[in-house]
């Protein structure tokens, strides 16, 4: 089964917001007062990857989700943070014994997903950015199309660089990642098809130290703007920009403008928040089976957001077209 999900990130492009006004959305509007659902009894709990909480990117995303679901359904929420890929099995088992929905946060969990959700067939899961290796009822996956917000990204990256060149921060190389890479770089190319793009994968989500080093690397190298995609790593290319007079920065998932206002020019966002509360909101009303969330610009699911200034009016038009 595959759905589509009207999420609702902060800001996105006018033309977006038109295409959208003749959509159904799947999640309902909902009151704001948890009493007025009165579901203490129902239990949400959210499984990080080994990056954590506090990595001001995807983790965090969800957990915003979450909160949401607790602020406005009523529902218990709890999280179980994992520091190593050995934990995934047991974390995911500990939520299932006491949740009614556990949402696995990253694609490194399908394995584990898959493997859990068999053995509780009556419990309810969300994994977010990966299907589970076997088809399961009781298992949805929020997948995204995160070349769709990368091109958007990348249009921006290949408007304003003033040298030409351009670098992607990559984390693990796993599908969602290669994805946004791959939008970037059709970005970039459609509007300065004399860009370079230079990538450069850490292998980690997790080592913002790790981030610096690489960041200052790419924009030695004469990349003035940098895409990172990697979670907690991807913190080091905002330190490395402070470092660097006339860098830049293109946030991934989500507005990161709190790590450098100054730095930030934009951020592609990923609707992981939105996606965790519809997910909990049909736990809750009885309407959760399973299946497929696809999300992308059509359905608000991926955007691009301008918290600030930085980009111009003139870049701002070419992306809305």
Known sequence: MVMTARLTPPRTTRRLALALAALVPLVAAVPTSPSAFAQDDIVVTMVTDTAGLGDQNF???AKRGLDRAVEELGVQGEVIESTEQAD?????TQAAEQSDLVVAVGFLLADAVTAVSEQYPDDRFLLIDAAPTEERDNVEAALFREHEGGFL???VAGLMSQTGKVGILGGEDIPPVERYEVGFRAGVEAVAPDAEVTVNYTGTFGDPALGIEQSLALYDQDNDIIFPIAGATGIGSFEAAKQREGTFV????????QLGAEQQLCAVTKGVDTALFAAAQQVVDGSFEGGVLDLGLANEGMGLVTPGDQVPADVLAVVDQ
């Not at 995934?88 to 995911?92: D, H, I, M, R, T």
């Not at 293109?250 to 403008?257: F, G, H, P, V, Y």
């Open 250 to 257: 293109i946030a991934a998932d989500t507005d990161q403008s």
């Open 59 to 61: 983790n965090d995303l």
């Open 88 to 92: 995934y099995v047991p974390n995911l």
């Open 153 to 155: 990204g990348g249009i």
